[in-house]
T-cell receptor
Framework: GEDVEQSLFLSVREGDSSVINCTYT??????LYWYKQEPGAGLQLLTYIFSNMDMKQDQRLTVLLNKKDKHLSLRIADTQTGDSAIYFCAETLSGGSYIPTFGRGTSLIVHP | EPEVTQTPSHQVTQMGQEVILRCVPISNHLYFYWYRQILGQKVEFLVSFYNNEISEKSEIFDDQFSVERPDGSNFTLKIRSTKLEDSAMYFC????????????FGDGTRLSIL
């Protein structure tokens, strides 16, 4: 079955870049997502990438996909204290129901 | 920007009681979902709903659970005979036509079973 793994914590200094990594096991992924969860809030869709893409950029966010290594990353440029949150990686599979499988989430802590 | 809204934000219920969690999906969305997140664990899929019927459900979604769209705007999750292990955050989500459309989540209901 599919599995999505993320490291649990990342701490960065304000103004630096953050890179949050995710690995997945199923090579038939179609879409890969990044969601952000702030304290007490739901999952906010940040960005997503189709599996035939290598990269997607949206303002301060850059998503890189390495299909060979089944590795997805989210880079946040010029990280701000407001970026502190839990970031969830998720994938959906081809031929399936497009129900995403989530990782455990990475807690990003941004300190001054 | 339109959003998914969930009520209540926090529900405290005695074990064995029934609870109904409510969601108002985004108005032009046609697919609806419930997920749960037990504290410290992954977000888990429960059920998806389309065209007034369940389209998919996980093994978690057993006879204790049911969903309903009682009117044109609400989407509810009912949990009967609640157990301590039902304590979790429950998230509702919705998406547009096309099962591959990204899902938009509400802020969740924290369910605490005592």
């Amino acid at each position: 079955g599919e599995d999505v793994e993320q490291s649990l914590f990342l701490s960065v200094r304000e103004g630096d870049s953050s890179v949050i990594n995710c690995t997945y096991t199923d090579s038939s992924s179609t879409y890969l997502y990044w969601y952000k969860q702030e304290p007490g809030a739901g999952l906010q869709l940040l960005t997503y990438i189709f599996s035939n893409m290598d990269m997607k950029q949206d303002q301060r966010l850059t998503v890189l996909l390495n299909k060979k290594d089944k590795h997805l990353s989210l880079r946040i440029a010029d990280t701000q204290t407001g970026d502190s949150a839990i970031y969830f990686c998720a994938e959906t599979l081809s031929g399936g129901s497009y129900i995403p499988t989530f990782g455990r989430g990475t807690s990003l802590i941004v300190h001054p | 920007e339109p959003e998914v809204t969930q009520t209540p934000s926090h529900q405290v219920t005695q074990m064995g009681q029934e609870v109904i969690l409510r969601c108002v999906p985004i108005s032009n969305h046609l697919y609806f979902y419930w997920y749960r997140q037990i504290l410290g664990q992954k977000v888990e899929f429960l059920v998806s709903f389309y065209n007034n019927e369940i389209s998919e459900k996980s093994e978690i979604f057993d006879d204790q659970f049911s969903v309903e769209r009682p009117d044109g705007s609400n989407f509810t999750l009912k949990i009967r005979s609640t157990k301590l292990e039902d304590s979790a955050m429950y998230f509702c989500a919705s998406s547009e036509e096309g099962a591959d459309q990204p899902q938009h989540f509400g802020d969740g209901t924290r369910l605490s079973i005592l």
